[in-house]
């Protein structure tokens, strides 16, 4: 297996998931993983991934510790991973991804301390970390991370990361990320397209919707 980089700092994420600790090894709680077994540290890939907005198919865990595990391991192994903000799928209250990076490995305690530390942007006052399911209206500050279900309305500053879902409306400043997924009706499934705030092909402050991957401008 190849082991690619991390992403740069301006698209990395931390999230948080624990492991049942089996004979040393690292063992996914969940029982629909099949007992798949995580890394102590370093490259980790989904063998299955979906980006379908439903539990399975991918890497699970809470952005910036924050939200509903589902299934979770309280007396394992809490481990921090890094993650692509631009691959992040809000499933209900957590997030999948298809892969990650396991950065650290201890208890609740020193898990979410090593989390803090690193969480500089969220912790400036001027930026946030939101999430919201269909139909959400969320509005964040310079480098938020905001996610939101379908139909929803999201509005981040300069350098943020818009994650919404099919029929969503996503506003960004200069040097931001909007990611869309969209249903696709001819292949029955979703699909994700990405298109970064350029200030030449995408404007900062203009409202925007994809529509089978193309991106369209909402009219005022």
Do not use: Q
């Not at 698209?11 to 007992?35: E, H, Q």
């Not at 699970?60 to 939200?67: A, F, N, Q, T, Y």
């Not at 969480?119 to 930026?127: E, I, L, N």
């Amino acid at each position: 297996m190849d082991n690619p980089k991390m992403p740069p700092p301006k698209y990395r994420a931390l999230m948080l998931r624990t492991c049942k600790v089996v004979n040393g090894a690292l063992v996914s709680p969940s029982p629909d993983a099949g007992g798949f077994v995580w890394p102590r540290k370093g490259y980790v890939e989904c063998p299955d991934w979906n980006p379908r907005a439903e539990c399975g198919n991918g890497l699970h865990g809470l952005l910036w510790g924050e939200g509903e595990p589902g299934v979770w391991e309280m007396d394992g192994a809490w481990m921090v991973c890094a993650v692509d903000a631009r691959e992040i799928m809000t499933v209900e209250r957590k997030i999948k991804v298809p892969r990650a990076w396991v950065v650290f490995v201890g208890d609740r305690v020193t898990a979410y301390d090593y989390m803090r530390a690193r969480d500089t942007v969220a912790r400036s006052g001027y930026a946030s970390t939101l999430t919201g399911g269909d139909g959400s209206t969320l509005t964040g500050g310079d480098a938020s991370t905001l996610t939101g279900g379908n139909r929803s309305t999201l509005t981040g500053g300069y350098a943020s990361t818009l994650t919404g879902g099919d029929g969503s409306t996503l506003t960004g400043g200069d040097g931001s990320t909007l990611i869309f997924r969209w249903w696709d009706g001819v292949d029955c499934r979703y699909r994700v397209a990405a298109f970064e705030v350029d200030g030449v092909t995408v404007l900062p402050g203009v409202k925007y919707r994809c529509e089978r991957g193309a991106l369209v401008v909402v009219p005022a």
